[in-house]
């Protein structure tokens, strides 16, 4: 997502897979001031990453982390940008329901949806 709330990238990823994984070859060649995220995805490989590209990490640790880190909790209220995207998103049924089998075309169908909602 991009500060507005539109679809910047997107990836597929198996319903088995953590999200975590793909969030690495997303950020690549993005440029960032800041990057926010939930829980889930505070992987110290992650955090090194953001910031090795000098944006800061914006992600609140876990419970279980060693070295609990601080965040700036004023940005990270922004991150609802994402939840309501999400809610957007599936008002296109096609899309909540997921009939299509073919990863193309719900890519596609996901393309189609962004656009219409960044018109809208």
């Known amino acids: 997502m991009e500060a507005l709330g539109n679809l910047a990238r997107w990836r597929l990823t198996p319903g088995q897979a953590a999200d975590v994984?793909?969030?690495e070859p997303l950020l690549e060649g993005m440029?960032?001031?800041a990057v926010a995220a939930?829980?889930?995805y505070d992987s110290q490989s992650l955090v090194d990453a953001i910031e090795a590209s000098?944006?800061?990490v914006v992600i609140p640790p876990r419970a279980n982390r060693t070295q609990p880190r601080t965040?700036?909790?004023h940005i990270y209220k922004a991150r609802?940008?994402?939840?309501?995207?999400?809610c957007r998103i599936k008002h296109f049924r096609r899309i909540a329901t997921r009939y299509d089998k073919l990863d193309r075309r719900?890519?596609?169908?996901?393309a189609i949806a962004a656009a219409w909602i960044w018109l809208a």
């Open 31 to 33: 440029a960032a001031d």
């Open 106 to 110: 719900f890519e596609a169908f996901i």
């Open 80 to 86: 609802n940008l994402v939840e309501r995207f999400f």
């Open 54 to 56: 000098g944006a800061e």
């Open 38 to 40: 939930d829980k889930a």
């Open 71 to 73: 965040f700036d909790r």
């Open 21 to 23: 994984t793909e969030a």
